[in-house]
C-alpha cells in the first residue's frame, strides 16, 4: 500500500488532532509551513508547541523565522522534515509513528479512504492495492471502525478465518460493545436465513465465553457495499435477530460509513460524545443520525472547537 513520503499540511493538522492537541494557529510561510497547538500530559501540564514542516531542507532565514514565532508562543519549535539543524528535529516518517503509526492509503485520514472503501464493499479492487478485496476489506472496516469511535477495536484476522468468529469486536468504552463482520459483495451482501443462523453462533460463542467479564453486546454490524433489500425487510432481519440472540443487528453500508468517517475527520473531538448504542443499534444506519448527533453536541455547547 503507498504512503505520504513527504510532509502534508492537511494530514499534519489531522494527525495532530487526533493526537489530543488542541490547534491555535496554522500558518503558510514561503516554503514551509507553522502550526502552533497546545496538548495536555497525563498529570494536566499543558505544553505549547511550534511544529514547522518543510518539503525540502529548511533554510537558516527560515529557521530564525520559525524561532521568532515560536518565541512569540512561549512553544518548543519542532522542525519536521530532512536535514541537521540546532532545534529539535523529525523526519516526517518519524512524526508520523509518533501519533499512531504511518499513514497508509487505508488511513481514514488519506483522502482516497472513502472511495477505496466504497469499491472494496462493492468486491472491486482499487487502484494502487494489491490483494485480495474482501481480506482488504477487512482492514478498511477495522480502521473506520477505530476511527469513528476513538477507542479500541479488536480484529480477530485471517488466523481465525475457520473458527466461528466474526471480523471483529468494537469495544471503544464502558457503554458500548459490538461484534461486528464486513462483506465485499459486487451485487450486495443478501441477508439470508443462513447468514442469521451464523451470525447467531458468533454471539452466542461471544456471550458463552466473555458475557462475565465484557459489557453486554449492543449490536452487530453487518458492513457491505449495498444490501439488495428494503429497509422494511432488513429491519425484520434485525428484530428476528434481536427475538433470537437478544442483540439487534445493525446494517451499514460501506458508503455509509465512509460518509461518517469523512465527517468525524473534521470533528474528531465529538467521537467519544456521540451516544453510539443509540446509532448502532438502529436496523439501518443513516449517516443522517450521525450528522445530527454531531449537530446537537455543538449547538447544546457540549463540544467546542472540534
Not at 507553522?34 to 514542516?53: P, Q
Not at 461486528?180 to 452466542?204: L, M, P, W
Not at 458475557?211 to 458492513?223: D, M
Not at 457491505?224 to 443487528?249: I, M, N, Q, T, Y
Request: hydrophobic share 40%.
Amino acid at each position: 500500500m503507498r504512503g505520504t513520503s513527504n510532509p502534508d499540511l492537511t494530514i499534519a493538522v489531522r494527525i495532530l488532532i487526533t493526537g489530543g492537541f488542541v490547534l491555535q494557529n496554522v500558518q503558510r510561510q514561503p516554503g514551509y509551513a507553522l502550526i502552533s497547538a497546545v496538548r495536555s500530559d497525563e498529570f494536566g501540564a499543558i505544553h505549547h508547541y511550534c511544529f514547522a514542516l518543510s518539503e525540502s531542507t529548511f533554510s537558516q532565514q527560515q529557521i530564525e523565522a520559525a524561532k521568532i514565532a515560536s518565541t512569540h508562543h512561549t512553544a518548543q519549535l519542532i522542525l519536521v522534515g530532512s536535514g541537521v539543524y540546532d532545534v529539535p528535529t523529525v523526519t516526517w516518517d518519524r512524526f508520523v509513528n509518533l501519533f499512531g503509526g504511518p499513514i497508509f492509503s487505508m488511513s481514514p485520514l488519506e483522502p482516497e479512504f472513502g472511495k477505496n472503501l466504497v469499491q472494496l464493499g462493492h468486491n472491486q479492487m482499487p487502484v494502487g492495492l494489491e490483494g485480495r478485496a474482501d481480506d482488504l476489506l477487512e482492514l478498511y472496516v477495522h480502521a473506520a471502525l477505530e476511527f469513528t469511535f476513538g477507542g479500541r477495536v479488536i480484529r480477530y484476522g485471517q488466523e481465525r478465518r475457520f473458527e466461528a468468529r466474526p471480523d471483529g469486536l468494537a469495544i471503544p468504552g464502558s457503554n458500548f460493545t459490538a461484534l461486528y463482520d464486513a462483506k465485499a459483495y459486487t451485487e450486495g451482501y443478501e441477508v439470508t436465513i443462513e447468514a442469521i443462523r451464523q451470525f447467531s453462533s458468533y454471539v452466542n460463542e461471544f456471550k458463552s465465553k466473555y458475557e462475565a467479564y465484557l459489557p453486554r453486546l449492543n449490536s452487530f454490524l453487518v458492513i457491505s457495499g449495498s444490501f439488495p433489500h428494503k429497509d422494511e425487510v432488513l429491519d425484520r432481519r434485525s428484530r428476528d435477530f434481536l427475538a433470537v440472540c437478544g442483540v439487534p443487528l445493525s446494517f451499514i453500508t460501506a458508503e455509509t460509513l465512509a460518509q461518517i468517517v469523512s465527517l468525524l475527520t473534521e470533528h474528531t473531538a465529538t467521537r467519544r460524545s456521540i451516544n453510539w448504542s443509540r446509532i448502532f443499534t438502529n436496523p439501518v444506519v443513516k449517516y443522517q443520525q450521525v450528522e445530527s448527533e454531531v449537530n446537537v453536541l455543538h449547538r447544546d455547547g457540549i463540544i467546542r472547537g472540534a
